[in-house]
């Protein structure tokens, strides 16, 4: 079945880049030009997503607001002849039709994803956070919905990290009875668990913000109790759906960073500034004036 459906839960406080989103939230905060928001809604609709429901709260309106139409500042660029900008904001107008939902406590990501079962439907769909950026050729959760056409299986995101990180992440268990496919891109497996310590962690391979779910998540959400954090976690409800239903991991092409805080998001912004058609020559000319101007 098409996968035409994207849930973005963005109810999160957003507690580790603090104070900047005490009254901004961070998937306003822009990378380069742009908020995150928008990179992560560009990605959806490059991979042929269709509807975008946001998982939100009454701190996020402004979210829902970037993605509108703002009648009185295109009547002033209209009348000052700035046309560029008019276009750009018009264009984020006009790029996705959003569904919101609210999740009204701030009970875990698997509790937000849960908010979203009656706008989402009977059918599969993707789940995308937007604090995971990721700057590929290819449209990352494209690629993960090109390993659930060819597989027909749950499909969650996958990257390598180091033996000492896993308990930043969930950690997938590889099914080592089946074979992997796609040159190894695409791994079946036997379970998923949330932030396990190094000597606990049954893999090296944790899991990104972009996934496809079968609808029968919803079920196992429903049966999932308070876990690591005290939250209501997504990984424990995949970890029952992966008893019942094929899940795999697929290992995305693209550089992911973590720009739900200040260090990642430094990285993603000096990445793709360095690489911006418009800032990239400037920016390394000042780099380099700098580097000497510290030795
Ligand atoms: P995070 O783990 O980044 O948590 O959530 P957070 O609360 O947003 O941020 P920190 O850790 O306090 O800095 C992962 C994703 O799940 C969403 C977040 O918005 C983010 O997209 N989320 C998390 C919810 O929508 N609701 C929740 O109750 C928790």
Do not use: C
Not at 14 to 36: N, Y
Not at 136 to 159: D, F, Q
Not at 252 to 270: I, Q
């Amino acid at each position: 079945m098409k996968i035409r459906t994207a849930v973005f839960p963005v109810a999160g406080w957003g507690t580790r880049f603090l104070p900047a989103t005490k009254a901004v939230p961070k998937e306003l905060l822009p990378v380069v030009d742009r908020p995150v928001i928008q990179y992560a809604i560009e990605e959806a609709i490059a991979s042929g997503v269709e509807r975008v429901i946001l998982v939100t709260s009454e701190h996020k309106r402004s979210i829902e607001d970037h993605f509108d139409s703002a009648t009185d500042l295109e009547a002033v660029l209209e009348a000052r002849g700035d046309i560029e900008h008019l276009r750009a904001v018009r264009a984020v107008a006009d790029m996705v039709h959003l569904v919101t939902v609210r999740q009204k406590e701030q009970l875990g990501l698997g509790h937000a994803v849960l908010m979203a079962r009656d706008a989402v439907g009977r059918e599969p769909f993707a789940v995308v956070l937007p604090d995971d950026l990721i700057v590929g050729r290819s449209p990352a959760l494209g690629e993960l919905i090109g390993a659930y056409e060819k597989s027909s299986a749950s499909v969650v995101a996958l990257m390598e990290v180091a033996a000492d990180q896993t308990r930043r992440y969930g950690i997938v268990e590889p099914d080592p009875t089946l074979p992997s496919s796609d040159g190894g891109r695409t791994i079946p497996l036997r379970g998923l668990v949330e932030k396990p310590e190094p000597k606990d962690a049954p893999s090296n391979l944790a899991i990104v913000g972009r996934y496809v779910l079968s609808p029968k998540i919803f079920e196992k959400l429903e049966r999932t109790k308070h876990g690591a954090g005290g939250e209501i976690q997504l990984t424990d409800a995949i970890q029952a759906l992966a008893a019942d239903q094929p899940v795999v991991g697929f290992k995305f092409s693209g550089t992911r960073y973590d720009v739900g805080a200040p260090e990642g998001w430094l990285r993603a912004n000096l990445d793709l500034a360095l690489d911006h058609p418009t800032y990239g020559a400037a920016l390394r000319t000042s780099l380099t004036g700098h580097a000497q101007d510290r030795k």
